[in-house]
């Protein structure tokens, strides 16, 4: 069946930096486009970006436009989020999301931007 694992969150200082992963299986990874939604406590769940099926092409929201990089690794089955110069609102759990109609999703991943 459709499995997106996350991966990589965790408690890091402002200005800091981490690498979120997710692992795709069950479907043909290659064919879909990937994107990063995440969702602050009390908050809906916000689009963070997007990366097309070949990786050449990214779209970033714009609140983290210019910190964090979308990647892909269509042989590793895997979609990377870079997020560096956290600040406390990136706080959230982050989730990876693809499918026909963006109905595959994953469990999620805490991050928390805190001192």
């Known amino acids: 069946q459709v499995q997106l694992v996350e991966s990589g969150g965790g408690l890091v200082q402002p200005g800091g930096s981490l690498r979120l992963s997710c692992l795709a299986s069950?479907?043909?990874?290659?064919?879909?486009?990937m994107r990063w939604y995440r969702q602050a406590p009390g908050k809906e769940r916000e689009l963070v970006g997007s990366?097309?099926?070949?990786?050449?092409?990214?779209n970033y929201a714009d609140p983290v436009k210019g910190r964090f990089t979308i990647s892909r690794d269509n042989a590793k089955n895997t979609v990377y989020l870079q997020m560096n110069s956290l600040k406390p609102e990136d706080t959230a759990v982050y989730y990876c999301?693809?499918?026909?109609?963006?109905?595959?999703w994953g469990q999620g991943t805490q991050v928390t931007v805190s001192s």
């Open positions: 069950g479907f043909t990874f290659s064919s879909y486009a």
């Open positions: 999301n693809s499918g026909p109609n963006r109905n595959y």
């Open positions: 990366i097309s099926i070949t990786g050449f092409s990214t």
